[in-house]
């Protein structure tokens, strides 16, 4: 039986901005239908993808209350990845960086994320069967 | 010896850094690597056959495999018939699967 490979990301992309966000969570959903584990570190505006006081709103441009609207929120994806990755078998590990935390105020995040520093992205990216880096630029 | 696989994200219209991306992948080619540039998010867009961009034609015929994410095409209402030829649609597959066959994965 082969052992189960582990693929690490790096992300430092905030919620709500940039398209890149939805790109890097396609990303992580088919790397967990490719029975990888997954790992990710998070850092800088990312680190706020995780933030569990994330609320849905309205549109009241468009006469839609927070129902309708559905906002997709961040912190509900992570948790809807770590799930599938429970119910695969899989490890799902995400690990924000605490000084880009602190820095942002954001210590409430869902369960499931952590906090660490560059030796955590040292050891992702070492032990990793291989790493993706998505960079602003 | 490393294949590359480069997640273009970018495109020559809004940056010019695009071209400099291209040629990198060009020249990996001209050096004998393999090369693949999957084009996501506005880097679909230079793929449309009306669109005019000598860098990224350049890219097209120097070798180098190209992949559409099928779902930035759609969100673009970019169909497969209206891709230059040489261009195939793929998904997110394309890149997890370079990642676990150890080429090196690179955002653009």
């Known amino acids: 039986m082969s052992e189960t490979k582990t693929l690490t990301f790096v992300f430092m992309d905030p919620p709500f901005e940039h398209e890149r966000t939805v790109t890097f969570f396609r990303l992580l959903d088919t790397a967990l239908d490719r029975d990888v584990n997954v790992r990710i570190f998070a850092y800088e505006g990312a680190v706020t993808l995780s933030f569990a006081r994330q609320q849905r709103h309205g549109n009241a441009v468009h006469g839609r209350d927070t129902d309708e609207e559905a906002h997709p929120l961040t912190r509900e994806w992570i948790a809807s990845l770590q799930n599938k990755a429970s119910s695969r078998g899989l490890q799902f590990e995400w690990i924000n960086c605490g000084l880009c935390v602190d820095e942002r105020g954001v210590n409430e995040v869902i369960e499931g994320c952590g906090r660490g520093g560059p030796p955590d992205l040292w050891r992702y990216a070492t032990t990793a069967f291989n790493t993706l880096t998505i960079g602003t630029r | ?108």
């Open chain 2, 1 to 108: 010896m490393s294949d590359y696989l480069f997640i273009q994200s970018q495109d020559p219209f809004t940056e010019t850094r695009a071209g400099h991306q291209y040629r990198l992948a060009q020249q990996l080619r001209e050096a004998g690597r393999g090369v693949t540039v999957l084009l996501v998010q506005n880097g679909v867009v230079p793929a449309r056959q009306e669109a005019q961009s000598r860098p990224f034609d350049s890219l097209l015929k120097a070798g180098v495999k190209l992949l559409a994410d099928e779902f930035s095409l759609r969100q673009r209402e970019i169909n497969d018939e209206q891709l230059k030829a040489g261009i195939a649609v793929c998904d997110m597959g394309a890149a997890i699967d370079a990642m676990l066959a150890s080429h090196k994965v690179i955002w653009h």
